[in-house]
């Protein structure tokens, strides 16, 4: 079965403070990892889509890299409106196979 | 663009009530899939569409209905509203499966 965990389920930053969330997966032949932002109150809104091990994308103060069995999000110098929740879902290479997500992280960035 | 519509985006209903969530995408995206969000339970997928004419189960099906008539078009249908339906509804389209998901703003549903 494919699950896809993410750490920590909640993280307090202070403003300017980098760190780093965390998605692990296991999947039968990963097609895609996607990254994802939800404000409270909306709908989960794209980040990055990353493909193969070793590949990175990068969007102002984010930063996604991918290897065989994890992905980082990496948030430098953080302000606070990047306080949202982030969501990683995996594309499984079987058929049909639809997003499994993970539950996702919970960011506060206090200035 | 719209991208992704849902209507309505509050509902209460009474237990026994049945009703529809709307879900309308103008992207001519083939893949189009119904989640709940609940809280510390993640997404979870409750129907989804390949195209026009297909549907299939996700991971909590029971208490809806989903039909695709159309490739716009994919509606969430409550038969019997149970107190557990009370979540927040997020309708979603892809233009293919290894590609990114656009979501709509949700649904936020009560069932009393």
């Known amino acids: 079965e494919d699950q896809v965990t993410q750490s920590p389920e909640a993280l307090r930053l202070q403003e300017g403070e980098s760190s780093s969330l965390n998605c692990s997966y296991t999947?039968?032949?990963?097609?895609?990892l996607f990254w994802y932002r939800q404000d409270p109150g909306k709908g989960p809104e794209f980040l990055f889509t990353l493909y193969s091990a070793g590949e990175e994308k990068e969007k102002e103060r984010l930063k996604a890299t991918l290897t065989k069995k994890e992905s980082f999000l990496h948030i430098t110098a953080p302000k606070p409106e990047d306080s949202a929740t982030y969501l990683c879902a995996v594309q499984a290479g079987s058929g049909n196979t639809p997003l499994v997500f993970g539950k996702g992280t919970r960011l506060s960035v206090i200035a | 663009n719209a991208g992704v519509t849902q209507t309505p985006k509050f509902q209460v209903l009474k237990t026994g009530q049945s009703m529809t969530l709307q879900c309308a995408q103008d992207m001519n995206h083939e893949y189009m899939s119904w989640y709940r969000q609940d809280p510390g339970m993640g997404l979870r997928l409750i129907h989804y569409s390949v195209g026009a004419g297909i549907t299939d189960q996700g991971e909590v099906p029971n208490g809806y209905n989903v039909s695709r008539s159309t490739t716009e078009d994919f509606p969430l249908r409550l038969l019997s509203a149970a107190p557990s339906q009370t979540s927040v509804y997020f309708c979603?389209?892809?233009?293919?499966?290894?590609?990114?998901?656009?979501f709509g703003q949700g649904t936020r549903l009560t069932v009393v």
């Open positions: 979603a389209s892809r233009r293919r499966l290894n590609t990114e998901a656009f």
């Open positions: 999947v039968s032949g990963l097609r895609g």
